[in-house]
């Protein structure tokens, strides 16, 4: 599974500028593949480099390509995005969804493409037919056109938030031992510790405890304490305490 089977389609772009900070919505998020349909201004473009700031990588590895069809060989599943509801109603997905069926896709090791249409006049019906999916940003109805990059924006970023939905999974399993939760043995310790230091610098009465040591148990037990956390805190009770005696 992996951001890099996703691709972004962009059709018949018109102004250069659009393409490179599509690049950097992209790269921002993680995704490289880019994919140019027809584009007016052919890459380099100096307005595109500008405006991809950084992502001048994505703009030299970006295909273009003559037709749709092309741009899309290989996809196992076509997103196509549009700033307004079409005559012809289709599977509609709002960009959460999307994401989260492009993860996963991917996670079946399968290729996905977000298509975006053209500034003035967004995706004609016959492309939007080539699409299994069709994604509205359900932005206000009044003015519903988001600029072309600011909408791969919005979707790429659902994209990442779906991906790293699935991350948490691989990182409990790659932090071997630094920030396992603490047991509740060990946590026993400390409070026992803790009330021993409490003790000796007469914070704690044992004669008139009141409910001190359950409150503090309340509040450490909220915390979740982590193995390296619990070493700080029985560090800093031990050093205390060396320090009371000197
Ligand atoms: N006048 C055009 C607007 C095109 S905006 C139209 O009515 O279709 C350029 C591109 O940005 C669109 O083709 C689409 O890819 C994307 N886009 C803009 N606003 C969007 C929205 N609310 N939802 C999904 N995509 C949007």
């Not at 060989?73 to 069926?101: F, M, Y």
């Amino acid at each position: 599974m992996s951001l890099s089977f996703i691709r972004v389609v962009l059709v018949a772009t018109t102004h250069a500028g659009n393409i490179g900070a599509t690049a950097r919505a992209m790269k921002n998020m993680g995704l490289t593949q880019l994919v140019l349909v027809n584009p007016k201004h052919l890459l380099p473009n100096p307005e595109a480099s500008a405006r991809a700031s950084g992502a001048d990588d994505l703009l030299q590895n970006a295909l273009t390509v003559n037709t749709l069809e092309e741009a899309l060989t290989g996809c196992h599943i076509v997103l196509g995005t549009s700033a307004r509801e079409r005559q012809i109603p289709w599977p509609l997905l709002n960009p959460r969804e999307a994401a989260q069926k492009a993860i996963e896709s991917t996670i079946n090791n399968q290729q996905v493409a977000f298509v975006f249409g053209r500034e003035h006049a967004g995706l004609t019906n016959e492309e939007l037919q080539q699409c299994n999916y069709h994604i509205h940003i359900p932005s206000d109805e009044v003015f519903s056109s988001l600029n072309v990059a600011a909408a791969v924006q919005v979707i790429t970023y659902e994209t990442r938030m779906a991906w790293l939905e699935t991350k948490p999974l691989e990182k409990a399993t790659s932090d071997k031992t630094a920030d396992q939760p603490c047991t509740h043995d060990e946590l026993e310790r400390f409070y026992k510790h803790l009330e021993q230091l409490l003790v000796t610098i007469k914070f704690l009465d044992p004669t008139q405890p009141k409910h001190l040591m359950t409150r503090i148990r309340k509040l450490y037990g909220k915390a979740q304490l982590s193995k390296v956390e619990m070493n700080i805190l029985r560090g800093i009770l031990t050093e205390t305490e060396k320090s009371l005696r000197k």
